[in-house]
């Protein structure tokens, strides 16, 4: 397969110096001078640098005056400003002189055993816009390219042989560069694109845009990305296509990847509130000693409550000194805030305790034959988990794409997830944080649901009465993929003792353990690795009646099932 390497024909006034020697012999129109007694090298007629058109095949021996010659080297000039439209320079030849190529238009092939030295044979013209490979193979819009002989037909047939233009090189131990990895992540209008590759590599990037009624707009290739990526689209809804591979010197391009960003709809998701959470008084997103100055300086001052649902701190529907209390008790439980690329996220500590698990007597009739024996719990252990269920934008973040059914906000949680996605989810948000979060355990979700060690025996998590904590069937508006109903952003509902929200409802949260019926023995830290059951999920979701939004439900499925209720909670 021939590459086309476009070297710009240059203005002939800058013609090389003459040397002193024309050429020794000629045959089949190809010009040579004897090196040695038994190798030449092409050379070109006299002092007619374009001495050479159309295409030009170099035999690997040539034989003149009845002696033999190996062709083992392509001369100075040789084909300058030649009109060649292509070349194939034989397994022999071990250099290539000094502006060979200079000013042609040509397609290389060199079939050499190992890479042959390379002097200035593609030279610079600053009144161009086109860079020409130089001797220190760095890669400008031009390279050369050295390919292992056993990979040649496998470049030839790779989308890269045709994105750039090469001299390909046969011969050499070359690896190949690492392909890039590409992350998009989409905040209305806001569209982040990340591109890590190999330290020192070039990045090659193309984008293609795709509205949402299927019009096409792709755009052309560049060359060094450096972190920096801008655009234009004409349409209001569109998907953006990133193409990109790497090459570093001395080695083969990358392979090609292609990534896709999620819908990107700025009227939907450009103004969205972040959400309100009890006990951030000041809404700066977080819960801390500077909510608590402003909350008792509302109390000591009579100030103005403007956002009753983040100052009413125990939901009891007025703020008084008990708010403070809670929030106080709160704070001293200990809450730690983490970021992901721009996405903040809360992880709330559970002290260790011990509890009664399984269907207790507030469960009533609902509770289901496998949420028996109750059995008491010990988790010896404090822990932190989720103060909501992993939203849609911190999964963006992470991943850079949004599996999720349910769309309208980017702060509603993530679903249409398996439980295997979810440990692929967490292995990334492991490597970008060094951190070591995972799934809680069934005890632990439980306990945290239950209130830890504030619990109050409600039959939800945080209230008796459904409505007050959970989105589920019986209250979630009728919209949605299916016109079935939908998930809701998190924290709109009530949170529990510990100010957890949406432990009832809104998605089925997936847990560690696998499924297994419960025995009555007492148990310390408890999780079940294998069973002949699927893995659990706990909570509910939109989807589902208030008997499972009850934090005794249980229930379980396969690893790889995924649908538009199934979601998560981190815990660490």
Known sequence: MKHLFNLSLLLLALLLPATASAYDFEVDGIYYNISSNNTVEVTYKDTNYNSYSVDVTIPSAVAFNNHAYVVTAIGDSAFYNSHIYSVTIPEYVTSIGNAAFYGCMTSITCLSKTPPSIHNSFDYDPNSNFLYPNIDGEIGYFTVLYVPEDAYNAYCESPM????????????????????????????????????????????????????????????????????????????????????????????????VRYESPLIDGHTYDQEPSPMFRGDVNKDGRVNIEDLTELIDILLQGKSISDYPTVDVDGDKIVTISDVTVLIDFLLGGAEYFTVNGVNFTMIRVPAGTF?????????????????????????????????????????????????????????????????????????????????????????????????????????????????????????????????????????????????????????????????????????????????????????????????????????????????????????
């Open 161 to 256: 042989s045709s994105f750039f233009d090469y001299v390909v090189v046969i011969g050499g131990e070359l690896e190949e560069t690492p392909e890039p990895s590409v992350s998009i992540v989409v905040r209305g209008y806001d569209v982040s694109v990340q591109i890590d590759a190999e330290e020192g590599s070039t990045v090659y990037v193309r984008y293609d845009i795709i509205s949402a009624s299927g019009l096409y707009t792709q755009e052309t290739w560049w060359d060094g990305y450096d972190g920096h990526f801008n655009y234009e689209s004409d349409y209001d809804r569109y998907y953006l296509v990133i193409y990109a591979f790497a090459i570093s010197d001395g080695k083969l391009p990358s392979q090609l």
């Open 356 to 572: 009664m698990m399984g269907a207790t007597e507030e469960q009533g009739s609902d509770a289901n034959s496998w949420e028996k024996p109750v059995h008491e719990v010990t988790l010896s252990n404090s822990y932190l988990i989720g103060e909501t269920e992993v939203t849609q934008e911190l999964w963006l973040a992470v991943m850079g794409t949004n599996p999720s059914r349910h769309e309208g906000s980017y702060q509603k949680p993530v679903e249409n997830v398996s439980w295997l996605d979810c440990q692929e989810f967490i292995s990334r948000l492991n490597e970008l944080t060094g951190l070591s979060f995972r799934l809680p355990t069934e005890a632990e979700w439980e306990f945290a649901a239950r209130g830890g060690d504030r619990s109050k025996g409600y039959k939800y998590a945080g209230s008796d009465n459904v409505n007050d904590v959970a989105w589920y069937q019986g209250n979630t508006p009728s919209v949605g993929p299916d016109g079935l109903g939908s998930t809701q952003r998190v924290a709109t509902k009530a949170p529990n003792e510990l100010f957890l929200y949406d432990m009832s409802g809104n998605v089925d949260e997936w847990v560690w353990d696998y499924f297994d019926y419960y025995t009555s023995e007492p148990q310390i830290n408890p999780s079940v690795s294998e069973s002949n059951f699927g893995h659990t999920y706990r909570g509910g979701s939109w989807y589902g009646g208030a008997n499972v939004a009850r934090v005794s439900y249980r229930f379980f499925r396969d690893s790889t099932f995924k649908r538009g209720t199934m979601g998560l909670r981190l815990a660490l």
